[in-house]
């Protein structure tokens, strides 16, 4: 099982830019992938990036946002750029069951408890 706690979310305008930081224990932070998944008001909750040697990311975030890991501090990071007030969520860490990279939630077998960011126009 891994721990995993968020942090670096808050309120910001259109445009700006934050980076959210998620601190793993645990497993070995090398031993699996990692991913980002947002849930906005009303909505389900959705893939926003994956990192597992490749990276993915969803089409309505692709070239705003770097998912990336640092093994030293075992913490995965969420850089955010040109925010939108559609980016407005939720956003989760997740922590994958084995090393694939991958987007289905199902794959994920460990989560944080999730941080707040909020883009007002």
């Known amino acids: 099982q891994v721990q995993l706690v968020e942090s670096g979310g808050g309120s910001v305008q259109a445009g700006d830019s934050l980076r959210l930081s998620c601190a793993a224990s645990?497993?070995?932070?090398?031993?699996?992938?990692m991913g980002w998944f947002r849930q906005a008001p009303g909505k389900d909750r959705e893939f926003v990036a994956t990192?597992?040697?490749?990276?993915i990311y969803a089409d309505s975030v692709k070239g705003r946002f770097t998912i990336s890991r640092d093994y030293a501090k075992n913490t995965l990071y969420l850089q955010m750029n040109s925010l939108k007030p559609e980016d407005t969520a939720v956003y989760y860490c997740a922590a994958g069951k084995g090393r694939a990279v991958t987007k289905a939630e199902a794959d994920f077998g460990s989560w944080g408890q999730g941080i707040q960011v909020t883009v007002s126009s």
């Open positions: 645990g497993r070995t932070f090398g031993t699996y992938g």
């Open positions: 990192i597992a040697g490749v990276t």
